[in-house]
């Protein structure tokens, strides 16, 4: 998958990918490594892990919850995935 594609699948700034790819010490924000997951088409499992090598877990709340459901679930449409979250009154990704 080329960057842009990555970048425009995750509903992200391509400035803010740049860094990301770019920056070894720079840390991104948990939605942010989530919302790549869904872009990429990780499974839970790799979503796990790159979320680890951040220094961030998925967490016990309601919107983790539903994040790892739409995940295990190959909800790979970032805008999906955002509908369904602001359905359930809770932030989007993006």
């Given at each position: 998958m080329e960057n842009a594609e990555v970048y425009k699948k995750?509903?992200?700034d391509r400035k803010l990918f740049s860094k990301i790819?770019?920056?070894?010490e720079y840390?991104?924000?948990k939605d942010t490594i989530i919302a790549l997951s869904v872009?990429?088409?990780l499974d839970i499992t790799q979503t796990n892990e790159l979320l680890k090598s951040a220094g961030?877990?998925?967490s016990g709340s309601e919107r983790d919850a539903l994040l790892r459901v739409c995940?295990?679930?190959?909800?790979?449409?970032?805008?999906?995935?955002?509908?369904?979250?602001?359905?359930?009154?809770?932030d989007t990704l993006s």
């Amino acid at each position: 998958m080329e960057n842009a594609e990555v970048y425009k699948k995750a509903n992200i700034d391509r400035k803010l990918f740049s860094k990301i790819i770019s920056n070894g010490e720079y840390t991104p924000k948990k939605d942010t490594i989530i919302a790549l997951s869904v872009a990429l088409e990780l499974d839970i499992t790799q979503t796990n892990e790159l979320l680890k090598s951040a220094g961030r877990a998925f967490s016990g709340s309601e919107r983790d919850a539903l994040l790892r459901v739409c995940i295990e679930n190959k909800i790979y449409d970032i805008m999906r995935v955002d509908t369904l979250l602001f359905e359930c009154g809770m932030d989007t990704l993006s």
